[in-house]
C-alpha cells in the first residue's frame, strides 16, 4: 500500500528558532499534499494544500509567512515553521493523494515541542 | 463555511454495538470519510462514502445520506482495542479535508 513517511517524528526547539519538517511519498508520487495541525484533544485543522511545482494554498488564518511550504518534487513536499513560538507547539501531520483526491495517505506525523 | 459536528464522547460495552453520528454543512462536497486516531498517532482509514447507502467492512460500517447531510459510523462487536477517537470529515469542492472534532469512544469491560 501507498506510505507517506514524516521526519523528523518529534523535535524540540527554542523560541525564535526555525524548524522544517519532511513528508514523503515513499512508493508513489503524490500530486498534491496537504499539511494539518492538530492540538491536544481537538480535531484535524487543514493549513494549507501543496501541489507540486507551484505555491501552497493556505487555510483562512494561516500565516503563509509563518508557515513556508515547499512541494519541489512528487515524493517531497517541506513545512517550515519560523521563528517557532511556545503556541507553535503540536501535531502536524501530512497527507498525499496519488491519483484520485479521495485517496488520501496519512503521514505519521511530527510533534513539535517549542520551549 | 464548513461545519461539522459529532458527539464529543460515547461509552460502549465489549461486545456491544455502537453508532457514531456525524451531521455536516460544507461548501462543496465530494465525499465523507471516518478515521480512527488512536493518542498520538496519525489517523487510520476506516470508510469513504460518495454515494447514499450503508457500506459494509467487516465489524465496520459506514451510512450516508447527502440530503440531510448526514453520516454515521457503526461499530459492532466492540473489542476494547476499539477505544479511540473516530474522526468524520468531508472531502470539500477543493478536494481538501475538513474533520468534525472527532468522537472519542471508550470501550469497557
Known amino acids: 500500500g501507498a506510505v507517506v513517511s514524516q521526519h523528523p517524528s518529534w523535535v524540540i526547539c527554542k523560541s525564535g528558532t526555525s524548524v522544517k519538517i519532511e513528508c514523503r511519498s515513499l512508493d508513489f508520487q503524490a500530486t498534491t499534499m496537504f499539511w494539518y495541525r492538530q492540538f491536544p484533544k481537538q480535531s484535524l485543522m487543514l493549513m494549507a494544500t501543496?501541489?507540486?511545482?507551484?505555491?501552497?494554498?493556505?487555510e483562512q488564518g494561516v500565516e503563509k509567512d509563518k508557515f513556508l511550504i515547499n512541494h519541489a518534487s512528487l515524493t517531497l513536499s517541506t513545512l517550515t515553521v519560523t521563528s517557532a513560538h511556545p503556541e507553535d507547539s503540536s501535531f502536524y501531520i501530512c497527507?498525499?493523494?496519488?491519483?484520485?483526491?479521495?485517496?488520501?495517505?496519512f503521514g505519521p506525523g511530527t510533534r513539535l515541542t517549542v520551549t | 463555511g464548513q461545519n461539522i459536528d459529532q458527539p464529543t464522547e460515547m461509552t460502549a460495552t465489549e461486545g456491544a454495538i455502537v453508532q457514531i453520528n456525524c451531521t455536516y454543512q460544507?461548501?462543496?462536497?465530494?465525499?465523507l470519510f471516518w478515521y480512527q486516531q488512536h493518542a498520538g498517532e496519525a489517523p487510520t482509514f476506516l470508510s469513504y462514502?460518495?454515494?447514499?447507502g450503508l457500506e459494509e467492512k467487516g465489524r465496520f460500517s459506514s451510512f450516508l445520506s447527502r440530503s440531510k447531510g448526514y453520516s454515521y459510523l457503526l461499530l459492532k462487536e466492540l473489542q476494547m482495542k476499539d477505544s479511540a477517537s473516530y474522526l468524520c470529515a468531508v472531502l470539500n469542492s477543493g478536494y481538501a479535508l475538513n474533520f468534525g472534532k472527532g468522537t472519542s469512544l471508550l470501550v469497557t469491560p
Open positions: 460544507t461548501s462543496g462536497f465530494n465525499g
Open positions: 497527507s498525499a493523494c496519488e491519483r484520485e483526491p479521495y485517496e488520501q495517505y
Open positions: 501543496s501541489n507540486e511545482g507551484s505555491k501552497a494554498t493556505y
Open positions: 462514502n460518495v454515494l447514499d
